[in-house]
C-alpha cells in the first residue's frame, strides 16, 4: 500500500512544483502580462483558431494545464499564476511542440497583452493620443513583506519621482519597489497614507525625468456616459488601457464621493490613472463592484487635489 501512496505523492509535487522541474519541459516559457483566466482564454483561441483540440486537463489554485490536440501529435502547456496580472506560460511534453507554434502562440500573446486581435493586428479600440503620451508616466508597485503580498498601480506627478497610487493595502513596514515602463526598478518611500480617501504619496528614488501626469489640467465633472481610459500597470514597453464610461452619478461610499465606471477593473489596477479622451485626469481607480470586473469605483480628481493639499 506505500507503493501507490508514494507515487501519488512524487506526481503532486511534480505538478505544484515549477515548470522546470515538470517531465518533459522543454524550455519554452514565457510571462505575459495577463490574468491567468485572459492567458488561457486567448491560447484556446489561438488553436481552436488553427483546428486543433483544447481542454484543460488539471487545475489547481493559480495552475492550469491545458491538452492540446492536433493531426501531428499531441503537447500540453501549463499555465501557471505569476502575479495579480501575469500569467508564466510553459509548453510541456515530450513531444514537444513545433517551432512554428511557439513562436505563433507567444505572438499571439503578446497582441492580446497589447489589446491587439492576432488576425488584425490593428486596435480594437483606439486610444487617443493625448492618452498614449501619458502613458510612461504609469508604474507598477510591488512590495514583499512575508506573507503580504502587494501588487498595485501608480503614476508619476513630479520630476522628484513623487507616485500617487492607492492606501488600501499599503502600511510603512512594506519594502515597496517601483517598476517603470522601461524596465527599471527602484524602491520607493511612502510620504504619505490617508486610508479614509484611498490615497497614498510615494516617492521613487533618484527622481523620474520621463512623462508625469499633470495637475495642473484635469476634469472636476464627468458627463454620464464619458468615455474614459485607464492605463494600468504597465510591461516593459507595453502599456495596458482599459477604456470604459461614466456609469451614472456620483455614488457616495461612506464621506467619499467615487465615479462608478464600466471598465475592465482587475487586482492591481487599483492605483491607475484615469483620463478623458483630452489626457486630463479624471480620477483614480479605488477598486471593483464585487462580484463582477466590469463595473469599477474611481477616486475623483477633485479628492486627489485635497489629498495633496493643493485644493
Not at 55 to 68: E, H, N
Not at 69 to 88: E, K, M, N, V
Not at 154 to 172: E, M, P, S, Y
Request: charged fraction near 20%; proline fraction near 7%; include cysteine.
Amino acid at each position: 500500500m506505500k507503493k501507490p501512496i508514494i507515487i501519488l505523492f512524487v506526481a503532486m509535487a511534480a505538478f505544484l512544483a515549477g515548470p522546470d522541474s515538470l517531465p518533459g519541459a522543454t524550455g519554452a516559457s514565457r510571462i505575459f502580462q495577463m490574468p491567468l483566466a485572459e492567458v488561457q482564454r486567448a491560447t484556446t483561441d489561438y488553436f481552436q483558431s488553427r483546428s486543433y483540440q483544447v481542454a484543460p486537463t488539471k487545475s489547481s489554485q493559480g495552475r492550469v494545464i491545458l491538452d492540446v490536440d492536433r493531426p501531428a501529435g499531441h503537447f500540453q502547456i501549463l499555465l501557471r499564476h505569476h502575479s495579480a496580472l501575469a500569467t508564466r506560460v510553459t509548453f510541456l511534453d515530450d513531444t514537444g511542440p513545433k517551432a512554428g507554434e511557439v513562436k505563433g502562440l507567444w505572438s499571439a500573446l503578446e497582441k492580446a497583452a497589447a489589446g491587439t486581435d492576432p488576425e488584425n493586428p490593428g486596435p480594437r479600440h483606439p486610444v487617443p493620443v493625448t492618452v498614449l503620451d501619458l502613458a510612461g508616466a504609469v508604474v507598477c508597485l510591488y512590495a514583499d513583506n512575508g506573507s503580504v503580498d502587494f501588487q498595485a498601480s501608480g503614476f508619476v506627478v513630479d520630476r522628484r519621482g513623487l507616485i500617487i497610487t492607492t492606501a488600501h493595502k499599503l502600511n510603512n513596514d512594506l519594502k515597496i519597489k517601483a517598476v517603470f515602463r522601461n524596465g527599471s526598478r527602484v524602491p520607493v518611500r511612502i510620504l504619505k497614507i490617508d486610508k479614509e480617501k484611498d490615497l497614498a504619496l510615494v516617492q521613487a528614488a533618484g527622481g523620474y525625468s520621463g512623462p508625469r501626469v499633470n495637475l495642473a489640467a484635469g476634469r472636476f465633472y464627468l458627463e454620464n456616459g464619458e468615455k474614459l481610459v485607464g492605463v494600468v500597470c504597465p510591461k516593459p514597453l507595453t502599456p495596458q488601457f482599459h477604456k470604459g464610461r461614466v456609469d451614472g452619478p456620483p455614488r457616495r461610499a461612506g464621506n467619499q464621493v467615487l465615479w462608478q465606471v464600466r471598465m475592465n477593473v482587475e487586482p492591481g489596477t487599483s492605483g491607475s490613472p484615469v483620463f478623458d479622451q483630452k489626457g486630463r485626469l479624471a480620477g483614480v481607480i479605488k477598486g471593483r463592484y464585487r462580484g463582477t470586473d466590469s463595473i469599477g469605483f474611481v477616486i475623483p480628481f477633485e479628492t486627489v487635489l485635497r489629498f495633496l493639499e493643493i485644493y
